[in-house]
């Protein structure tokens, strides 16, 4: 694949996709330290002036980065926050590997406090949403309202089809972008040309000091280490029946957390689910009864909503600022 100027190159591409004519956003990749070492990036969008400030800010889901909601920031007209989660895009992997919402918050608080001047409309997808959640439980202060997007606690915000699932537990460094791009188009993936297939590859992946390209979110690496390590190991099925039941205690407790968490919220909050998402009629039947003061809406679409209806989120968002 021929290298793009920069991360901002693919924006007319991302807006001619999605139908969108009006003006392009300007961005700025920005970072900031935290106290141990780490840190944490995020795209900082603008129309009008670089003056502007972010009124919303937006989370990925697990495997993703902040350049998932470019198409939807164009939509939105807004000046907005895009972050990557620690593990993720240009931000620092974890060595604990402890990627749930209550160890994500503290560095998404401290960027946040970084880089907005006023209360924020939060936005999250997936793991982003529970992360969301729980930033505004501690720290009300940085959040006007809360959108969580496809999740509920006690969904697991790292599933997916079994078919990503093996395309991320393969290989972890390649020869090219090129050979990135390939594997993604016969897994199916990567939005169904070979140009979108290479904007993702693109924004997910990175170019070594010995010239390989590996991806840069630690749950590809994570995902192959265990696929190796299940294959070394004699009694697969004993393991397997193990690993499952403590996958499921370790749900319980994080599925609690976040109820926890969406209790404590005191700003205006709404569950946004896709039709063909995660979230399930049952699902958020339960949310309504859990969380009596929040709205629930549902958008053509699947899981991530912010790919594949941007247009269409980015109207309830703009509604939901008081700007649609």
Wanted: net charge negative; glycine share 12%; hydrophobic share 45%.
């Amino acid at each position: 694949m021929t290298e793009p100027a920069d991360e901002f190159s693919f924006l007319a591409d991302q807006a001619a996709d999605a139908g969108l004519d009006g003006p392009l956003p300007h961005g700025e990749r920005l970072r900031t330290g935290l106290p141990d070492g780490r840190v944490v990036s995020g795209l900082r969008w603008w129309f009008d002036s670089p003056d502007e400030r972010p009124v919303v800010t937006l989370l990925h889901g697990a495997g993703l980065n902040a350049h998932t909601w470019d198409t939807t920031v164009i939509a939105l007209g807004l000046p907005a926050l895009a972050i990557d989660l620690p593990g993720h895009g240009d931000s620092s992997w974890r060595t604990d590997a402890a990627y749930v919402g209550r160890m994500l918050a503290p560095d998404v608080a401290a960027a946040m406090t970084a880089w907005t001047d006023r209360p924020q409309l939060l936005v999250g997808q997936s793991l982003g949403g529970l992360t969301a959640a729980a930033v505004a439980a501690a720290r009300p202060e940085l959040v006007e309202r809360l959108v969580v997007i496809d999740i509920t606690p006690g969904l697991d915000p790292n599933a997916g089809a079994a078919e990503i699932r093996r395309f991320f537990a393969g290989p972890t460094d390649w020869a090219s972008r090129d050979e990135l791009v390939d594997r993604a188009m016969a897994f199916g993936l990567g939005g169904g040309t070979r140009e979108k297939a290479a904007r993702g590859v693109y924004f997910n992946s990175r170019v070594r000091e010995d010239g390989r390209v590996e991806w840069k979110h630690h749950f590809a690496h994570l995902a192959a280490a265990a696929t190796r390590s299940s294959a070394a190991r004699s009694s697969a099925a004993a393991d397997d029946a193990a690993a499952g039941a403590g996958s499921d205690a370790v749900a319980a407790v994080l599925g609690e957390a976040g109820w926890e968490d969406l209790a404590a919220v005191r700003a205006p909050l709404e569950l946004i689910r896709g039709e063909r998402g995660y979230v399930t009629d049952a699902d958020a039947d339960v949310f309504g009864e859990r969380v009596p003061g929040a709205s629930v809406l549902t958008l053509a679409g699947g899981h991530n909503l912010q790919e594949d209806a941007p247009v269409a989120l980015a109207a309830e968002l703009r509604r939901a600022t008081g700007k649609g």
